[in-house]
Nanobody, 126 residues
Framework: QVDLVESGGRLVRAGDSLRLSCTTS????????MGWFRQAPGKEREFVAG????????EYAESVKGRFTITRENFESSVFLDMTRLKPEDTAVYYC???????????????????WGQGTQVTVSS
């Protein structure tokens, strides 16, 4: 059983910045793509950002490009999502997920991610 623990979510105002963190208790993320997804009430879970196992390639949803940045620290078994210029439409539960091994490109489909955290709530007030 792989434990992914997200943290950092809270209530913020529009225009604020926030950092989400994801850590795992085992070093299973070191060779894997890591991704952040989000799910707003009444909506499907969607891809937000991903980073390949080397940290050399990233992908972002169009809605967050230029505002969000994903990074990873393999020696800490952690991945981060730095969010700036937050908008009310960014309100959602944010999930960290483990993707495929040794993939240079970043997968954006939910089906490519096999292990998930419990999520952390981000609420952006207007």
């Amino acid at each position: 059983q792989v434990d992914l623990v997200e943290s950092g979510g809270r209530l913020v105002r529009a225009g604020d910045s926030l950092r989400l963190s994801c850590t795992t208790s085992r070093r299973t993320m070191d060779l894997n793509t890591m991704g952040w997804f989000r799910q707003a009430p009444g909506k499907e879970r969607e891809f937000v950002a991903g980073i390949n196992w080397l940290g050399s390639n990233t992908e972002y949803a169009e809605s967050v490009k230029g505002r969000f940045t994903i990074t990873r620290e393999n020696f800490e078994s952690s991945v981060f999502l730095d969010m700036t210029r937050l908008k009310p439409e960014d309100t959602a539960v944010y999930y960290c997920a483990v993707g495929p091994h040794y993939r240079d490109n970043v997968d954006t489909s939910l089906d490519d991610y096999t292990k998930w955290g419990q999520g952390t709530q981000v609420t952006v007030s207007s």
